[in-house]
């Protein structure tokens, strides 16, 4: 098994889409996006997002290739205004199915963890998810983040709600 992690490019648009399309198929609460509007993104308009991430020293979107086929996602930006620039967000952190259980999104996580508390002046790492979402509220309390507050019934989906669970964790001293 041979992983290799990597910022995308802009050629990676099509492939982000269709691991997000299929992750949407299967956990509807994964992102805050349903699979219909997923759908309906253009490659144009992804790949743009895809080029201001690779073009900032605030942001980044790492992928995980197993063959080269992209299995794993993560994407970490700070906050710009003033206010709360002391801040980064993780943010759409999902491996599919079939590669979880080898310490991808451990590490991907972890990656995104690093690359915020490298940034000058950040403080605080936060992350925000669907109670549904199980593994990633195990993942990241493994990884030293704490639960800060719950939005109820905050996502709806075919009727049935979810909670919005936040997440956070301060740079170590």
Do not use: C
């Amino acid at each position: 098994m041979n992983i290799q992690y990597k910022e995308l490019e802009k050629n990676d648009a099509r492939k982000l889409i269709n691991l997000r399309i299929s992750v949407l198929n299967t956990d509807p609460y994964s992102f805050s996006i349903t699979e219909d509007e997923e759908t309906q993104a253009s490659e144009e308009v992804v790949q743009s997002a895809i080029e201001s991430y690779a073009n900032s020293p605030n942001k980044i979107m790492l992928g995980a290739w197993m063959d080269k086929e992209l299995v794993g996602v993560v994407g970490v930006e700070r906050f710009e205004n003033k206010i709360e620039n002391h801040k980064a967000r993780i943010w759409g952190p999902y491996v599919n199915k079939t590669s979880r259980g080898k310490g991808i999104g451990y590490y991907l996580i972890q990656k995104a963890r690093d690359f915020s508390f490298s940034l000058r002046g950040i403080e605080i790492v936060s992350f925000d998810t669907s109670s549904e979402s199980k593994s990633a509220i195990s993942l990241f309390k493994k990884l030293g983040f704490q639960e800060t507050g719950v939005l109820s019934r905050a996502l709806k989906f075919d009727g049935k709600y979810a909670d919005l669970l936040f997440m956070q964790m301060s740079k170590p001293t």
